[in-house]
Nanobody
Framework: QVQLVESGGGLVQAGGSLRLSCAAS????????MAWYRQAPEKQRELVAKINSGGALNYADSVKGRFTISRDNSGNTVYLEMNSLKPEDTAVYYC?????????????WGQGTQVTVSS
C-alpha cells in the first residue's frame, strides 16, 4: 500500500506561481512513475506532467515551458512547480503513483489539492 498526500494548492493571480508537493509513504520502494493530473469542473481528468523512475519527463502541451515536475533523491516526493499561471489552469490537482505489486502495477491517487487562478 502507498499513501499520497498533496500540499501547496491555493489561490493565485494570473501570472503568479505555485509549487505543489506530494509525499508518498508506505511501500515506497515499489514506486515507479509519479505524475500530476488535474480535473477542472465538468471536465475529464487529464495528465499534466509525469516523471518515471529513470527521470524521463512528459508534459501536457498546455503546460510545457511553464510547469516543471521533479522528484527528490529518495524518489518518494514529487513536486510540480507552476509558473505563469493562467485562469484555465484552475482545477483540482491530483498526485498519482504507479506501484509494482505482486508482478503487476497498481495506480494510487492522492486526495487532490485545489488550485485557483484569478484573472
Amino acid at each position: 500500500q502507498v499513501q499520497l498526500v498533496e500540499s501547496g494548492g491555493g489561490l493565485v493571480q494570473a501570472g503568479g506561481s505555485l509549487r505543489l508537493s506530494c509525499a508518498a509513504s508506505g511501500s515506497t520502494f515499489s514506486i515507479g512513475a509519479m505524475a500530476w493530473y488535474r480535473q477542472a469542473p465538468e471536465k475529464q481528468r487529464e495528465l499534466v506532467a509525469k516523471i518515471n523512475s529513470g527521470g524521463a519527463l512528459n508534459y501536457a502541451d498546455s503546460v510545457k515551458g511553464r510547469f516543471t515536475i521533479s522528484r527528490d533523491n529518495s524518489g518518494n516526493t514529487v513536486y510540480l512547480e507552476m509558473n505563469s499561471l493562467k485562469p484555465e489552469d484552475t482545477a483540482v490537482y491530483y498526485c498519482n503513483a504507479i506501484v509494482a505489486v505482486s508482478g503487476t502495477f497498481r495506480s494510487y491517487w492522492g486526495q487532490g489539492t485545489q488550485v485557483t487562478v484569478s484573472s
